[in-house]
């Protein structure tokens, strides 16, 4: 009896002193998205910069002109298309990890955190190394013989992919990893067991059990796509623009904020309606069975 | 059901040897279970069976057809697992249906078979469940369900007893024999509990360190063990190690003559089983030898006495209940008895290798 009352005494002091530090958090969070989203309803001035106002005008300029609704599709496609890559390379690392029996398993792991300590901006600089005319693929690809001209591969869309899902790939794996973890892996010998081939095992057994965990990474890594900003400006150039480095644009260097602003809540609903909807699908296919 | 037969199969793994020179014969319908030690080679043995190791050498036979190379999935063995292993993303219905679905059987006859497997477990009502929602015992009940429904050749089970509580491993134990004797089912039953091997099987095989110390029925194997490990791993027994001296007369170390039946020349150690060992105040029988109660333990329906006799040598004796309480004189630490037994409960033993 005592200890209850400790407890929950210890609880309320805990919730006590946390209350101002979330106050805090919640502030820093809030405000400028809140902000943001009143500067997306006012007017741009070229004189004034921003003038109060309430209109519309800025989404549909958005949605109507037809650059920036590329910018937007752009940016789906891609944060779409490295989302699915990380997922496809990212899988069958996680489940090596999680099955391994190997004493390396934390040197492996070690391995897989280590680019996350280098910035993002490092390692595109890397990648305009290896992708530049005069980079190591061209060069290779010229030294054998097999084309006699550089290819574009810097400031390209296929650059910006490539670039981008090596960021994002970690992020996929290690969380995969941390559901794979928790399978028993008997289920698999159990199907194997029970007649199922290899491919029906890992379509109808594993994929299944592990969906919460594809759900998770999908939803983290399609967020980290959506908002890249370095890897895209660095390794597109001219040859493709996202959103985050157009809105950056918009407000630094156009000093449109309203615009800018509206471009910004643009890509925060789009990512938050996109990300939450796959994950309730997934959620509703596969986890709600599991739970209830 | 079909015959399985195991022919010299060898498993290495890198050069530590698992199981060697594994010869056996299991017929149709019975049940013969691997009992051992942990890391004697008998869950390595079951998984060839089933396909999920490669034997080193030798073959393995289901019916007629050597299945050495056919892959796990193409073997048609039934296997429970020891956590059971069931699909958690599944009802208990599904997964039952999920053996009959890979072998695409219709889905009038697999609604069929799955009400037939589930009723054998008295698991019908639960058909819709999930697996988090059932308790230890009806997940075991289901993971047989589920692998009877395939109809498979042969039955395969791997310590499924082991994550029950003491009540209901009993009861399951009764099911799973009933259930087994009443199809006729080819059964190889891992355990590495003495007294469930004892109490299911047809036949059993003793392993320890990847061989066969012994094959044989239950009483077979513990009345007449082959050597010092079957007899120990078996229950208890007191040793005693000597030599013959004359016709059915053994020395032992400590000088001590006894009479024992079917003595041979080789003899290094005698054993007697504890429930053999009566105790009285005066001599009796063809031994009987002077020694104290060390420990007495309770335990219910039966009373077990250590005792030493005036050679230092142990003596662990089993009595029923009513036969320790019925005597006059109480058996306590420090009470001085005489441990008798007859030349006939004497196991002879032609080695000292017990471990």
């Known amino acids: 009896m005592s200890q209850g009352v400790t407890a929950s005494g210890s609880s309320r002091l805990g919730m006590s002193l946390a209350f101002p530090a979330s106050i805090v958090v919640l502030l820093i969070i809030m405000v400028p998205i809140l902000l943001m989203f009143r500067y997306s309803f006012n007017e741009f001035d070229p004189r004034t910069m921003m003038k109060e106002g309430f209109t519309l005008q800025n989404y549909i300029n958005f949605f109507t002109d037809s650059y920036y609704r590329k910018v937007f599709t752009d940016t789906l496609s891609v944060a779409a298309i490295c989302t699915l890559l990380a997922l496809v390379m990212g899988f069958p690392v996680a489940y090596f990890l999680a099955k391994t029996q190997t004493r390396f398993k934390s040197i492996l792991i070690i391995l897989l955190v280590f680019p996350l300590m280098v910035g993002n901006v490092v390692r595109a600089a890397g990648w305009m190394v290896i992708l530049g005319n005069a980079g190591a693929v061209n060069a290779l690809l010229i030294w054998l013989g097999v084309i006699a001209e550089p290819l574009k591969l810097l400031y390209t869309p296929l650059a910006v992919v490539i670039g981008t899902t090596a960021v994002v790939l970690p992020f996929m794996i290690l969380t995969l990893q941390s559901v794979l973890e928790g399978i028993d892996f008997a289920v698999e010998e159990a199907a194997r067991n029970l007649g199922a081939n290899q491919f029906t095992t890992f379509f109808r057994v594993i994929l299944p059990i592990a969906a919460p965990g594809v759900a998770a990474g999908t939803m983290l890594v399609f967020i980290l796509c959506m908002n890249a900003y370095a890897t895209p400006v660095l390794l597109g150039g001219s040859g493709i623009t996202m959103m985050a480095p157009s809105l950056y644009g918009q407000i630094a260097k156009a000093s449109n904020w309203p615009f800018g602003s509206s471009m910004a809540l643009i890509l925060v609903v789009a990512t938050m309606t996109i990300a939450l909807t796959s994950s309730w699908l997934i959620h509703r296919r596969y986890v709600k069975t599991m739970t209830s | ?355």
């Open chain 2, 1 to 355: 059901m079909a015959k399985v037969s195991l022919l010299n199969l060898r498993k290495q793994f890198g050069s530590a040897v698992a199981v060697s020179d594994f010869s056996l014969d299991i017929e149709d319908g019975e049940l013969v279970a691997f009992l051992g030690p942990s890391g004697c080679g008998k869950t390595t043995t079951l998984r060839m069976i089933a396909g999920f190791i490669d034997p080193t050498a030798g073959r393995i036979l289901i019916g007629d057809t050597d299945v050495t190379t056919v892959p796990v999935h193409k073997r048609n063995t039934g296997m429970v697992f020891q956590r059971y292993a069931l699909f958690p993303h599944m009802t208990v219905a599904h997964n039952v249906s999920f053996g009959l679905e890979m072998r695409k059987i219709d889905a009038a006859e697999r609604d069929r078979r799955i009400n037939l497997a589930l009723d054998m477990v008295r698991m019908s009502e639960y058909r819709d469940r999930y697996p988090r929602q059932l308790s230890g015992g009806q997940q075991q009940r289901v993971a047989i369900a589920r692998a009877l429904a395939i109809e498979p050749k042969v039955f395969l089970l791997d310590e499924p007893l082991s994550n029950l509580d003491a009540k209901l491993r009993l009861e399951v134990r009764d099911e799973i024999r009933a259930l087994q004797q009443r199809l006729g089912l080819t059964t190889v039953f891992v355990t590495h509990d003495q007294e469930e091997a004892l109490a299911l099987s047809d036949r059993m095989a003793i392993m320890h360190d990847g061989k066969v110390q012994q094959v044989g029925t239950p009483d077979s194997l513990y009345e007449k063990p082959a050597n010092l490990f079957v007899a120990d791993f078996l229950g208890k027994m007191s040793f005693f190690e000597g030599h013959r001296s004359a016709d059915s007369t053994f020395l032992t170390q400590a000088g001590t003559t006894l009479k024992v039946d079917g003595m041979t020349d080789r003899a290094q150690c005698i054993g007697v089983r504890p429930e053999r060992i009566s105790l009285s105040s005066a001599p009796e029988l063809d031994n009987s030898l002077h020694a104290t109660v060390e420990s007495v333990a309770y335990l219910g329906a039966n009373i077990d006495v250590a005792l030493i006799d005036q050679q230092g040598q142990k003596i662990s004796c089993h009595l029923p209940n009513t036969q320790a309480y019925q005597r006059g004189v109480p058996i306590k630490p420090g009470s001085i008895f005489y441990a008798n037994f007859l030349g006939s409960d004497c196991v002879v033993f032609t080695d000292l290798d017990r471990a």
